[in-house]
């Protein structure tokens, strides 16, 4: 069968040590292709554009005219800011709903008989949220913010592309622990993921600065990767310095890694359980 | 009036099934706090008004939106579409019940920003014209009711109904001048504002927690009330005719 035209070959073997992570890996990619497929099937760019990026725009400008009417020119341009990156944080949330759309379409015992871990499934499985959101949250804050009285120069923007992606993500693995305990309780699902973005929009310095909380209010935003990813950018909108910058977003991914170790706990255990029970409708 | 009952208990039992219609129960509290707060940091004049009219309102609309969104493929799921188009009770009485029992959920959201502005920040909200208050309220409902009643047709005729459901949400809270004041809009939005129901009732709700006479309220409340009549009108034919198109081409349970 020469010249089929087909090559098949062995991929190279990694090293012991690195085998989970690359089996991790690879499992995402294939969840994340579902992910993308479910992307493709809700939005057009036409729809993506005119729909969504409409609503969150129209979103921020709601929440930031309060502030006009009622505030400073400077804190117009703070929750511009503030509102312009929350669209990232809202969207991920999403993350919540979809990983009980599993649940629906019945994949959920397959799963339970797979060896790999489920939150690599499930971190794969809702990938295209951060994406969509951190396309949102740049938007606005490149073109609609400046409207409010936010100004960015050139320099800036490389800083912007980085930590939005970084605020959407480590946002998602918040999400994706919550989604954790919902998979049991898909009727809530829409309940869970708004409470917790209007939460967040509370408590993560979004519209007014978190010092503005008691102390016990303040503890909870700082476990909350938005509060840290959000300052990096006020930050960088302030022209702080590098390190500054760094610290902040330094806290935001060890966030992040905290709320993704919770995940990956709570799903590894809830899929014990159900193993345990013989019931993946418990899992 | 037993047509309007029977549609009207059947959407409530429904209910008791769907956590998502008790949502606005639990956000519209949120929604005060994040408007409270930021007026209270800016320290400008006393906005409380305005941050429990807007969760009101937003709740009421959210609930047009997802049982409207939801009314008619959760009936074909159910499988009590067919029956409901079969029978020879008009259909338009039943969904005018169905939508009404819903919003009596979000006038719940009304109570929970009220308490939540005293509660949380001391600012206990005097109702100085309870009658204008009640009526709006009311009217503002069925206004909702209605116009969920023009909005159920649409998203079955709309591909990507749950995206469109999703779009229509603060685009028309901006528009319909929930929290700022429509009049505050660009002098060319305004008209497309005052066609929105929505703008009428959140300047009647903020005005009937003001202390100042109201101006002109049986006509303002009779233009949320014309308006809701007029996207529940809307609504009928465009369900009428989705319901024979479907009939003629024997297609409805795709539809």
């Known amino acids: ?283 | 009036m037993k047509l309007f009952l029977n549609g009207f208990v059947f959407q409530l039992r429904l209910a008791r099934r769907s956590p998502d219609t008790f949502q606005v129960c639990a956000t519209a509290p949120l929604l005060t706090v994040i408007f409270l707060a930021i007026n209270k940091y800016t320290g400008a004049g006393d906005l409380t008004s305005f941050a429990v009219a807007a969760p009101t309102l937003m709740s009421l609309w959210m609930l047009a939106l997802s049982t409207a969104g939801s009314a008619l493929t959760e009936d074909r799921d159910l499988g009590t579409l067919e029956g409901q188009i079969a029978a020879p009770a008009p259909m338009e009485l039943t969904f005018l019940g169905r939508m009404c029992s819903v919003v009596v959920v979000g006038l719940v959201a009304f109570a929970e920003s009220w308490l939540v502005a005293g509660l949380l920040f001391g600012r206990w909200l005097p109702v100085p014209h309870p009658f204008v208050l009640t009526g709006c309220l009311l009217a503002t409902a069925v206004a909702t009711a209605g116009t969920a009643g023009l909005l159920a047709p649409l998203f079955v005729l709309t591909p990507s109904a749950r995206t469109v459901q999703n779009t229509l949400s603060f685009p028309f809270y901006l528009l319909g001048g929930v929290l700022v004041p429509a009049s505050s809009l660009p002098d060319w939005v305004q008209p497309a504002s005052r066609a929105i129901f929505l703008s009428w009732c959140a300047d009647l709700l903020r005005d009937s927690l003001a202390a100042p006479p109201v101006h002109l309220p049986a006509l303002r409340l009779l233009a949320v009330l014309a308006l809701g009549a007029v996207g529940y009108g809307t609504g009928m034919v465009l369900l009428h005719r989705v319901i024979m198109r479907v009939r003629r081409a024997g297609t409805l349970s795709q539809t």
């Open chain 1, 1 to 283: 069968m020469k010249g089929a035209g087909v090559r098949f070959t062995a991929a190279a073997p990694a090293l012991p040590a690195l085998r989970p992570a690359v089996q991790a890996a690879r499992v995402v990619r294939h969840s994340a292709a579902i992910a993308f497929a479910d992307m493709r099937a809700v939005y057009t760019w036409k729809v993506w554009i005119f729909g969504w990026l409409g609503r969150m725009l129209a979103q921020v400008t709601f929440f930031t005219l309060l502030a006009r009417t009622t505030g400073s020119e400077e804190h117009t341009a703070y929750i511009a800011v503030g509102n312009s990156v929350m669209t990232c944080a809202l969207e991920c949330m999403s993350v919540v709903a979809s990983t009980t759309w599993e649940r629906l379409s019945g994949t959920l015992v397959l799963l339970c008989a797979v060896p790999a871990r489920p939150v690599w499934v499930f971190f794969g499985r809702s990938l295209q949220w951060p994406i969509s959101g951190s396309g949102t949250s740049l938007i606005a804050l490149l073109f609609l913010a400046p409207l409010f009285g936010v100004s960015w120069h050139p320099g800036q923007v490389p800083a912007l592309v980085v930590l939005v992606p970084l605020t959407a993500l480590t946002t998602y693995c918040f999400g994706l622990f919550l989604a954790a305990f919902v998979l049991n309780a898909n009727g809530v699902r829409n309940i869970v993921s708004n409470v917790a973005y209007l939460l967040m929009m509370i408590l993560c310095g979004v519209n007014i600065p978190v010092s503005q909380w008691p102390p016990a209010v303040q503890a909870v935003a700082d476990i909350l990767p938005l509060t840290h990813s959000l300052h990096a950018i006020r930050l960088v909108s302030d022209g702080a310095g590098a390190s500054r910058v760094l610290g902040a977003a330094g806290l935001a991914l060890l966030c992040g890694a905290g709320w993704l170790l919770g995940a990956y706990v709570a799903f590894n255990r809830f899929m014990a359980r159900a193993r345990g029970l013989g019931s993946a409708d418990l899992f």
